[in-house]
């Protein structure tokens, strides 16, 4: 493939953009871990990087909630991994995974340079939408940049059936609050709007454990 000079750089290949979203416990780090393997297999030179906000399992592995583990970098945002990684090293990467995207702020300016200037695969995994079913972080905003997006599912803690949406168990109400499953579960739509009905009321007082109870009484 020819090269070409774009912002002064010179463009080598071209980059790719894959989104994988979903709610809690769909499987979304297990699909980047699985691309990424299947990547090193090809012997590219592969790097993950999650949000040093998330040390839930581990502070530098990604850990997926079944407990497959993976070497990564945590960082509070993107843009100085390249001075901390290392101009050269950075230059040799092929692929880039980003776990916990939502909790990146400049996800859409670092997705934006790697895959267009610097020629990376960047394979994203995040939530798409928080709690309240509100988009989370930046993670939609690159979707108008992505070669492919996956929504995964997962299964409704309550009924089984296919769960979209994630349902927080407390009566927390600030958007970033880090936790798995004694924070959150995954839910069906009728489940989640039960969950949420219980937990309005619960504003006025109402037990934490009704949130549950009363997604549960759903038939
Ligand atoms: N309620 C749950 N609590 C703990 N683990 C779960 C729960 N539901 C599913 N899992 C496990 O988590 C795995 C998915 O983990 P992971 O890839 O980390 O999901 P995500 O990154 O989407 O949160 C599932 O394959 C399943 O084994
Ligand atoms: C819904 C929701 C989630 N979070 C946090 C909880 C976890 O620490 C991560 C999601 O991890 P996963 O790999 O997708 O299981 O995000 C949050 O801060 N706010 C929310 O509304």
Not at 21 to 29: D, H, L, R, Y
Request: aromatic fraction near 8%; charged fraction near 25%; hydrophobic fraction near 40%.
């Amino acid at each position: 493939m020819g090269s070409s000079f774009v912002n002064g750089r010179n463009l080598k290949r071209s980059g790719e953009v894959h989104v994988i979203v979903g709610p809690m416990f769909a499987g979304k780090t297990t699909a980047l871990l699985r691309r990424v393997k299947s990547e090193l297999n090809l012997d590219r030179n592969v790097v993950i990087i999650k949000s040093s906000k998330d040390t839930r399992y581990a502070v530098d592995s990604v850990v997926t909630h079944d407990g497959t583990k993976f070497p990564c970098w945590a960082l509070p945002d993107l843009s100085s991994f390249r001075q901390k990684f290392g101009a050269n090293a950075y230059d040799r990467l092929d692929v880039i995974g980003i776990d916990e995207a939502q909790f990146f702020d400049d996800l859409y300016e670092f997705c934006c340079e790697a895959a267009d200037l610097d020629g990376k695969i960047l394979v994203v995994a995040g939530l798409d939408g928080d709690y309240m079913r509100r988009t989370f972080g930046s993670v939609l905003d690159i979707i108008p940049l992505a070669d492919t997006v996956t929504k995964l599912t997962a299964r409704c803690e309550l009924c089984g059936k296919r769960a979209f949406f994630t349902l927080r168990k407390t009566d927390e109400t600030r958007t970033e609050l880090i936790g798995g499953a004694d924070v959150y579960m995954p839910v069906c739509r009728q489940h989640y709007v039960n969950g949420q009905a219980a937990r309005n009321v619960e504003a006025q007082k109402i037990p934490n454990d009704l949130i549950v109870e009363a997604a549960a009484t759903l038939v």
